[in-house]
């Protein structure tokens, strides 16, 4: 830790880091840890849940903030939730996820070519909707007992000493035909970890156009620039500017006007 930062500025021996993000280190059987098993506990690979709160405390001795990898748009195909909702209809949690009906297309595909409808086990018919992978089954925000099941996570970790947290896939809580949703979501999130922790540090992940990202900045304190990360990308590759300042200008300006009220928390 003090290699990061020893606590005394302008030491000369330290990074001089005062910000940490921990991707997903809750419970999981992937290497990624995306696909959550136990909201809860840390993934026995990274430790206990009291080396987390070690490393809090450590940190915040040395003025580093620590914000973590929420993913809270599906669970693990693992998840108790999951295991209970596929295997009995009656399930409590069966409506924790989204199922397919007589009407759906279970041959719907995302823009990037994979299927959206995945069987619970073959032959079974009966489908649940999985985004980005089957062992990722999207969770269902039109559940009341989902939304409060999430803020009683986060509030969690807030309890624990984490700073905030990177929110994986910010977008993908409902469709872009329901875009409303996402930010009315978003917004109800935000008010809830405020009475935990009132100046919680929220980084959204939108992959989108800039135009798209710009009005989350209404919910979180910011998101992921992935026009100008593609614009340095393509700089480096030609050997020279591909306009990576005018994007970068165009992009804050943006931004800027997106803002509500000017932010005056600092991570």
């Known amino acids: 830790m003090d290699y990061l930062n020893d606590g005394h500025p302008r030491s000369g021996n330290d990074l001089e880091v005062d910000g940490l993000w921990l991707m997903p280190i809750t419970k999981s059987p992937s290497y990624h840890k995306y696909d959550v098993v136990d909201y809860y506990q840390v993934d026995p690979q990274y430790g206990t849940l009291e080396d987390f709160r070690r490393l809090i405390r450590e940190a915040h001795k040395r003025g580093i903030k620590v914000i973590i990898d929420l993913v809270v748009n599906h669970t693990s195909n693992q998840h108790p939730w999951f295991v209970s909702a596929s295997k009995d209809k009656n399930s409590p949690y069966r409506d924790y996820y989204i199922w397919a009906d007589a009407e759906t297309d279970i041959h719907e595909k995302v823009p990037w070519g994979q299927p959206v409808w995945h069987e619970t086990y073959p032959g079974s018919g009966d489908y649940y909707y999985g985004l980005f992978w089957s062992g990722m089954p999207e969770l269902n925000y039109d559940n009341p007992r989902v939304r409060e099941e999430i803020i009683k996570i986060g509030k969690f970790w807030l309890k624990q000493g984490a700073d905030g947290f990177r929110l994986d896939a910010a977008k993908y809580i409902y469709p872009d035909t329901l875009e409303a949703k996402n ?85």
Do not use: C
Request: glycine share 4%.
């Open 183 to 267: 930010h009315e979501w978003w917004s109800q999130f935000r008010r809830e970890m405020q009475k935990v922790k009132p100046n919680v540090y929220l980084v959204g992940e939108v992959w989108d156009a800039k135009e798209r990202v710009a009005p989350y900045y209404g919910e979180l304190d910011t998101l992921f620039n992935f026009d100008l990360s593609d614009r340095i990308l393509q700089s480096l590759q030609q050997a020279q500017d591909a306009g990576i300042a005018a994007l970068a200008a165009e992009t804050g300006r943006m931004y800027v006007t997106s803002i509500p009220v000017p932010s005056t928390r600092h991570f």
